[in-house]
């Protein structure tokens, strides 16, 4: 299937998918703050530079979308029908890059949660509920 839109059209969309302040990202946060808890964004001191950090329980959150992160098991983590060997190695990198993040965050003593945009569109609660469950099991 051929791309419907010019390759001017299709760079100038592409340039304006951000990397951070996502609404996904924007809507977790409220969730967090008034469930009573208090975070840092984007801590560069960080691997990775987690999206919210709680540092009074040693946690760092993601938010990553189902798509760019390749969400196992959701619709919305499809594989474009054109160039596909380009987005399986795009993909392949994203996964490998999240997995030594996590890694090195955990090296380093923190407590990783991912949260999957799909999850904050079908149930917040249930998000909130997962990250307290977390947190109680992270607290020292």
């Not at 299937?1 to 760079?11: G, Q, V």
């Not at 691997?47 to 329980?57: F, N, S, T």
């Given at each position: 299937?051929?791309?419907?839109?010019?390759?001017?059209?299709?760079?100038w969309n592409m340039s304006r998918?951000?990397?951070?302040?996502?609404?996904?990202?924007?809507?977790?946060?409220?969730i967090l703050h008034r469930a009573g808890y208090r975070f840092r964004?984007?801590?560069?001191?960080?691997?990775?530079?987690?999206?919210?950090?709680?540092?009074?329980?040693?946690?760092?959150?993601?938010v990553n979308g189902c798509f760019w992160h390749r969400h196992e098991g959701c619709s919305k983590a499809y594989t474009p029908s054109s160039r596909t060997e380009f987005w399986t190695t795009k993909f392949?990198?994203?996964?490998?890059?999240?997995?030594?993040?996590?890694?090195?965050?955990?090296?380093?003593g923190w407590n990783v949660?991912?949260?999957?945009?799909?999850?904050?569109q079908k149930s917040p609660d249930s998000v909130i509920r997962q990250i307290r469950a977390d947190l109680v099991e992270a607290v020292p």
């Open positions: 299937m051929a791309d419907t839109l010019s390759p001017d059209r299709r760079s998918i951000t990397g951070k302040d996502t609404r996904p990202e924007r809507q977790l946060r409220s964004l984007h801590a560069s001191s960080l691997p990775g530079r987690p999206d919210i950090v709680l540092p009074k329980y040693r946690t760092a959150i993601f392949d990198a994203t996964v490998a890059r999240d997995a030594k993040k996590s890694a090195e965050l955990r090296r380093l949660l991912t949260v999957w945009e799909c999850e904050l």
